[in-house]
């Protein structure tokens, strides 16, 4: 694919958002396969019990597959459990099975029960460009292990009626996390999700997100679409479903705006429809 520049060091980005259904799986896969089709290297950790990230991206996830499960409660190394996405190259996934579901009550009398997941990833010795890890719809310690793996949390927002409900609760666990246990993380990234400029309410909440956190919303929004819909019922994401698209090329800029942001380079939408 086009070559976008490559970050220095691995960039774990957490994709969190308490609230469900707001388009925290459907971004995570979207943008990873996006950003390998860009040419970076790219891990997607399914962290939500569901395994929707797994199925979406076509990885066999029953319950006797090595999960992200084995490396959390049975300390297995990283390496076991990663499988290659069919189709997308450089783009690999540690699947979810619905073992995780006891995870979050086993992972209590757990040592460094926070940072099972950070010590994880250190020992993985993979080269890697990037690390999307899809969190549950909670704030429990499957996602406080995400935000102490990574240093970026991205926020899919769904452009909705009470869209930012509940996103004070998220922004504060983010703050206790950064205080006790990573100083590094912060919200990097915002993505408005499933937006559809024809009503006014999606532009309202747009600019009022935009408002609040005008340095940390993408310009690039995802529009609302039947064919991101559709895609992982096929195991596919949208880009390998539906190419020409217009979610599929609004996932590839979203994840070339990212990609620039990272190194530091100035951002100009090259596409007209992605609704910036
Ligand atoms: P979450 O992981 O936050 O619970 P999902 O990514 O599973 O949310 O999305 C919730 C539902 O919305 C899914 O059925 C998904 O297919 C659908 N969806 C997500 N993004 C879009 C979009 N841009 N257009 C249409 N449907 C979408
Ligand atoms: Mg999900």
Same mark, same amino acid.
């Given at each position: 694919g086009e070559g976008l520049p490559r970050p220095e060091q691995t960039r774990v980005m957490v994709v969190a958002n308490?609230? $469900? $259904? *707001?388009g925290k799986t459907t971004s995570t896969v979207n943008l990873a396969a996006s950003l390998a089709l860009h040419g970076a290297r790219v891990l997607v950790i399914d962290l939500d019990p569901q395994g929707n990230a797994s199925t979406a991206l076509g990885i066999d996830h029953h319950s006797e597959v090595p999960s992200i499960y084995d490396v959390l *409660?049975? /300390? +297995?190394?990283l390496s076991e459990v990663v499988q290659p996405v069919p189709d997308i190259e450089g783009l690999f996934c540690a699947p979810a099975t619905i073992d995780l579901a006891g995870a979050e009550i086993e %992972?209590? /009398? %757990? *040592?460094a029960r926070e940072s099972r997941l950070q010590r994880a990833i250190q020992a993985y010795e993979q080269p890697l460009d990037y690390i999307l890890i899809d969190c549950p719809p909670s704030l429990g310690l499957l996602t406080v292990n995400a935000m102490v793996a990574g240093a970026e949390v991205l926020i899919p927002i769904q452009c909705e009626y009470y869209a930012l409900e509940g996103l004070g609760q998220l922004l504060r666990n983010v703050d206790l996390v950064r205080g006790h246990l990573n100083p590094d993380l912060h919200v990097s990234t915002i993505l408005l999700t499933?937006?559809? $400029? +024809?009503t006014r309410l999606a532009s309202q909440v747009a600019d009022e997100v935009r408002s609040h956190f005008s340095r940390e919303v993408l310009r690039t929004s995802i529009p609302r679409s039947v064919r991101i819909s559709e895609a992982p019922s096929y195991g596919q994401t949208v880009l390998t479903y539906d190419p020409g698209s217009s979610g599929s090329l609004s996932y590839l800029e979203a994840a070339r705006e990212i990609a620039l942001r990272g190194v530091g380079v100035r951002y100009d939408p090259q596409h007209a429809h992605t609704g910036s």
């Open positions: 308490q609230k $469900g $259904g *707001v *409660v049975e /300390s +297995r190394p %992972l209590v /009398s %757990l *040592v499933m937006y559809d $400029g +024809r």
